[in-house]
């Protein structure tokens, strides 16, 4: 069964449910993700660029934000500090195939709930996106 891939925040058919916001500009990051969040039951919105997630972050309720830093084109730290600004408590989950440490400690330091390093597998995304949505069912901030 395929997922429907969203733009914009509503609930499918007017069903409410969990929905995650990938951010990847490629397509190659999304497909996994979008398949293991509709096999866990979120709903799925995707955007291919930081400032559209930034303004979908402030109109939407997301339980996570799953950002492939490597096709940003701008500074990862500072991506994710904005997301963190404009919906404060969302988990974000960020990717990476071209980890090194200063990159990795300034995206911890920001606070990401998961930080994977590619390739990854189906059962580490369902680990992230699970856990990313019982971190905010279980916290009043979001």
């Not at 990847?24 to 969040?37: D, F, I, W």
């Not at 930034?54 to 997301?83: H, Q, W």
């Not at 995304?125 to 901030?141: I, P, Y």
């Amino acid at each position: 069964m395929m997922a429907r891939i969203l733009r914009g925040c509503g609930p499918e058919k007017g069903v409410e449910m969990e929905r995650v916001l990938v951010v990847e500009k490629n397509g190659g990051t999304a497909q996994p993700v979008v398949g293991v969040a509709y096999g866990i039951g979120l709903g799925v919105d995707i955007c291919e660029c930081a400032d559209e997630a930034v303004s979908m972050l402030k109109s939407c309720k997301y339980s996570s934000i799953f950002l492939d830093i490597d096709t940003t084109g701008r500074n990862p730290v500072e991506i994710v500090g904005a997301f963190k600004n404009a919906s404060p408590g969302t988990r974000i989950i960020t990717f990476t195939e071209q980890n090194h440490l200063e990159l990795e400690r300034g995206i911890r330091n920001e606070g990401v709930y998961y930080y994977i390093v590619g390739p990854t597998s189906e059962n580490e995304l369902k680990e992230a996106l699970e856990g990313a949505v019982r971190a905010g069912n279980n916290n009043n901030s979001f």
